[in-house]
């Protein structure tokens, strides 16, 4: 069944540290995006992709970066964690029309 | 700029009742317009979504919603909820044109079905 997996799950992180959050996808969809979710903010656009090699800013990038390696994969990096990182980030596949798969989320921590 | 407003944070209705969760977009051009779902502790989930013709659209689970330009709208809504409606909804905008895939979301809805 085509899905999209985010890895990890749960992270707990010190200020400083590099964290880098992993999504596959088996959609063979191009675009792939990365979002947060903050109570009282809903989701919020960090980094998204038109496919493998491409990475453009979403509304909130400053303190993130992304890499799109191939089409199944998207990452994203923290370079320097620090704790208004602290979220819930959501991957998602999707189509030129819009319409979004999304990941379970992975809960980041950062201390 | 494409933005969404849902003016209600949360929603509380009785079970059996009808529902009406509001939103208002902003576009440049005409848009696409969804409404996900989100059960706790889940990713999101598609429930409906409007590309052009018909203004009232049919999504799952008894859920449409009906898109006004005149209004910049694009309301929910469902004639009789269940206790297994209770979730966070979202309602999200992207620009028709161009290969801009984009997509704005609002800050959500939560609904509270009471029994």
């Given at each position: 069944?085509?899905?999209v997996t985010?890895?990890?799950r749960n ?22 995006y ?7 903010h ?8 038109y496919?493998?090699?491409s990475?453009?800013k979403?509304d909130i990038p ?5 890499s799109?390696?191939?089409q ?12 208004s ?14 319409q ?12 | 700029a494409?933005?969404?407003?849902q003016?209600d ?13 509001r ?5 440049s051009v ?14 999101l ?6 590309y052009s ?11 449409e919603?009906?898109?006004?330009k005149?209004n ?6 469902k004639?009789s909820v269940h206790?297994s ?5 979202f ?5 028709s044109?161009?290969?801009?895939a984009?997509l704005?979301f609002g ?9």
């Amino acid at each position: 069944e085509a899905a999209v997996t985010q890895s990890p799950r749960n992270k707990v992180a010190v200020t400083g540290g590099k964290v880098t959050l992993s999504c596959n996808q088996t959609n063979n969809h191009n675009n792939m995006y990365w979002y947060r979710q903050d109570t009282g903010h809903g989701l919020r656009l960090i980094h998204y992709s038109y496919g493998a090699g491409s990475t453009e800013k979403g509304d909130i990038p400053d303190g993130y970066k992304a890499s799109r390696p191939s089409q199944e994969n998207f990452s994203l990096i923290l370079e320097l964690a620090t704790p208004s990182q602290t979220s819930v980030y959501f991957c998602a596949s999707g189509t030129n029309t819009g319409q979004l798969y999304f990941g379970e989320g992975s809960k980041l921590t950062v201390l | 700029a494409q933005s969404v407003t849902q003016p209600d944070a949360r929603v509380t209705v009785s079970e059996g009742a009808s529902l009406q969760l509001r939103c208002k977009y902003s576009s440049s051009v005409t848009p696409y317009l969804f409404w996900y779902v989100q059960y706790p502790r889940q990713g999101l989930q598609l429930l409906l979504k409007y590309y052009s013709g018909d203004p009232v659209v049919q999504g799952v689970n008894g859920f449409e919603a009906e898109f006004s330009k005149s209004n910049s709208s694009f309301h929910l809504r469902k004639a009789s909820v269940h206790w297994s409606d209770s979730a966070v909804y979202f309602c999200a905008v992207r620009n028709s044109g161009g290969s801009n895939a984009k997509l704005t979301f609002g800050k959500g809805t939560k609904l509270s079905v009471k029994s």
